[in-house]
């Protein structure tokens, strides 16, 4: 009878078993479940400062990227009792035992072919308050260079409002950025969002459009505000995306954006270790700000 070859890893304080360590995720770079495994493990202390607490929503590909995807919210039976489960409730009366993130957590997942790990905008502790919004870039090309523009345009509007945004890539073709906020609800950050995006779309109609119907943004870029509400999640910080060369979305600092030898999927699993020793976003919750004033100014500017 044949046996499933496994192996032993340290996360933390805790002891992982991997089966299948020589399992192929990505076919043309021949990456391994070891691999992925190792990646997670070393960014980890880095990637915990953005996950832990929050609950996770698992993008699984147990036969590699060009296998069957699979979505996961509810944590399986099996997972170790270690690992954290928040209990959700959701419409019909049904539940949803989230996992909660942690470094050792993220390194279990990868032994499960989770290559990919989005967190929500709020913590496990409070369902209601979102501790950050996002701003979601996405090209109808891939001309990087406005990505680059619009992310400019948004970064000087939030400014303008008293808001302090970060940038990263999202792996795949565009850019998030991510402002830190206290004290609101998803009632108050999403038709904010929904508001700054607007009024960005009004004054660069040719450039940047809010329309989600793909067949109408016409070649514009789409300036997408819809994660900002219960229940929804963005790609965390440091995950890998299940595409050619493992590219990760990786935090910059805004001069990165310019750099011409810099693009959305420049950072992979491969090389971005050395980059998280230094994290651009480190200490990014101290800039929180209260939206009160921001909503106030951005009421004056779409009045205009």
Not at 190 to 201: E, G
Request: hydrophobic share 35%.
């Amino acid at each position: 009878m044949a046996t499933t070859k496994k192996a032993r890893i340290k996360a933390g304080h805790r002891t992982i078993d991997l089966s299948n360590p020589d399992k192929i995720l990505w076919p043309d770079e021949g990456y391994t479940k070891t691999d992925l495994v190792d990646y997670y493990r070393t960014i980890a202390p880095t990637m915990e400062a953005y996950v832990a607490g929050r609950l996770l929503t698992l993008e699984r590909f147990p036969d590699g990227i060009d296998g069957k995807r699979f979505f996961q919210k509810d944590a399986p039976a099996y997972f170790p009792d270690w690992i954290e489960r928040k209990t959700v409730g959701k419409r019909g009366g049904r539940t949803v035992d989230h996992v909660v993130g942690d470094g050792p957590t993220l390194v279990y997942l990868a032994t499960q072919a989770v290559i990919t790990v989005h967190m929500s905008l709020n913590t496990a502790g409070d369902l209601e308050r979102p501790d950050q919004i996002v701003f979601d870039l996405d090209p109808s090309t891939d001309d990087f260079s406005v990505v680059k523009r619009a992310a400019h345009l948004t970064r000087e509007l939030l400014e303008d409002l008293g808001l302090v945004p970060f940038v990263k890539t999202s792996g795949s073709r565009g850019l998030h950025l991510t402002v830190p906020v206290k004290g609101a609800t998803y009632a108050e950050t999403r038709p904010f969002a929904r508001d700054v995006m607007s009024l960005l779309a009004r004054d660069y109609p040719d450039e940047l459009t809010v329309e989600g119907r793909k067949e109408k943004r016409k070649g514009r870029l789409f300036l997408d505000w819809m994660r900002n509400s219960a229940g929804a999640t963005v790609v965390a910080p440091y995950s890998v995306r299940p595409l050619p060369g493992a590219p990760v979305a990786v935090t910059l600092d805004w001069d990165e954006v310019d750099a011409k030898r810099f693009g959305p999927r420049d950072c992979s699993m491969k090389d971005v270790i050395e980059r998280a020793k230094s994290d651009p976003w480190k200490g990014w919750r101290r800039r929180a700000r209260s939206l009160s004033t921001a909503r106030s100014r951005l009421t004056k500017l779409l009045a205009d």
